[in-house]
Each structure stands twice: as structure tokens, then as C-alpha cells.
């Protein structure tokens, strides 16, 4: 049940990502990878702040931040 709900989640962060950073989402599979690795992302960023999460709006927040930090990398990156 952790799984299915951790996945949801990266669902929504990476859905929320998209339509923040470029005005569009990344389709299903886009939107999961970017959301569950903005995830692994957020929550290292959030204890290195010493920031801790509560509940579901907090953990899709912190993998929202995390996948926009990511998509920020990602463009670095590609203009490089």
C-alpha cells in the first residue's frame, strides 16, 4: 500500500512540476519517474534545511519542490 500511495504521489509532484516549469505535463510515465525522483530530491534538500513534512499535502509539496529542482538541473544541463 506504501508503494501505490509513494507512487501517487510522484504522480502528482511530477504532474505539478511540469505544468509549473514548462506549462505542460510529461505524460504518465514522465510525470511518475520526474515525481518520484523529485522526490528522493525534496526529501534530501528538506532534512539538509532541517525542514520535516507532515501528512500527504506535505510530502507532495516537498516531491513538487524536489521535481522542480530536478527539471531546473535537467535544463542546466542541456544548454550546456
Known amino acids: 500500500m506504501k508503494l501505490f500511495l509513494f507512487l501517487i504521489i510522484g504522480i502528482i509532484a511530477g504532474w505539478l512540476a511540469g505544468h509549473l516549469a514548462k506549462g505542460k505535463g510529461f505524460g504518465l510515465l514522465g510525470n511518475l519517474v520526474i515525481g518520484v525522483v523529485g522526490a528522493y530530491i ?9 525542514l520535516a513534512t507532515i501528512g ?12 522542480l529542482v ?10 550546456i
Do not use: D, E, N, P
Open 42 to 50: 525534496g526529501g534530501f534538500l528538506f532534512a539538509v534545511i532541517g
Open 70 to 79: 530536478l527539471l531546473w538541473l535537467v535544463q542546466l544541463i542541456k544548454r
Open 56 to 67: 500527504l499535502i506535505g510530502s507532495i509539496l516537498m516531491a513538487t519542490v524536489g521535481a
